[in-house]
């Protein structure tokens, strides 16, 4: 167990709909990270939150959008959803923002849209 | 832009063989380098890193070497088992920020 908890595991879900994934990090982690997962194009990191902060962008899609509250846990946000979508989305977090430190990934939240 | 490159296609070999699965990356400055592993239904999970050349991160008898000179980072192990059975994907982060760069990711198929 990472520690990172994602909800919910599976999701199914028609185009034009929109939904929330959400992730907690690990206790005390402050950077929270969502990646994508897809046959196609591998995985591909999207945003970064840093306590509260947006960090860093990544291959994000306008439709898509997160947050992260004040109690550190984030919400990635899946709008005008289109069958290409259909992914697994991964958060992870890790303590710090600079480079070299282990990050802990939750098991995904498989998006599948109809 | 920095990308990391792993050989294509999945790696079948029986228990007890040796394992190698190569890594290229391609950036700017000196990443840090990690395997990650990922098992069937499961999140990934570190296996092993190296921060700076010449560096050795070594795990679960899986060792790899940063070596700067040929942009390598090949994750090798001498006697694989059933239970390593998984995607290993290689990937890179800077030390300005902690986000991930993948490569594709190898299957890795170990037969009894």
């Known amino acids: 167990d990472s520690g990172v908890t994602q909800t919910p595991k599976h999701l199914i879900t028609a185009t034009g709909q929109r939904v929330t994934l959400r992730c907690s990090p690990r206790?005390?982690?402050?950077?929270v990270y969502w990646y994508q997962q897809s046959l196609d194009q591998g995985l591909q990191f999207l945003i970064q939150?840093?306590?509260?902060?947006?960090?860093a962008k990544g291959n994000i899609l306008e439709r898509f959008s997160a947050q992260q509250f004040p109690d550190l846990h984030s919400e990635l946000n899946l709008s005008s959803l289109e069958l290409g979508d259909s992914a697994l989305y991964f958060c992870?977090?890790?303590?710090?923002?600079?480079?070299?430190?282990?990050?802990?990934f939750g098991q995904g939240t498989r998006l599948t849209v109809v | 832009g920095d990308s990391v490159t792993q050989m294509e296609g999945p790696v079948t070999l029986s228990e007890e063989a040796f394992l190698t699965i190569n890594c290229t990356y391609t950036?700017?400055?000196?990443?840090?380098l990690f395997w990650y592993v990922q098992y069937p239904g499961e999140g990934l999970q570190l296996l092993l890193k190296?921060?700076?050349?010449?560096d050795k991160g070594s795990n679960k008898g899986f060792e790899a070497t940063y070596r700067k000179e040929t942009t390598s980072f090949h994750l090798e192990k001498g006697s694989v088992q059933v239970s390593d059975s998984a995607v290993y994907f290689c990937?890179?982060?800077?030390?300005?920020?902690?986000?991930?760069?993948f490569g594709k990711g190898n299957q890795v198929v170990v037969i009894p």
């Open positions: 992870a977090s890790s303590s710090e923002d600079r480079g070299g430190m282990e990050a802990f």
């Open positions: 206790s005390g982690d402050l950077s």
């Open positions: 939150y840093y306590n509260g902060e947006e960090r």
């Open positions: 950036a700017t400055g000196y990443p840090s």
């Open positions: 190296a921060t700076k050349a010449d």
């Open positions: 990937a890179l982060s800077f030390y300005g920020n902690n986000r991930l760069a």
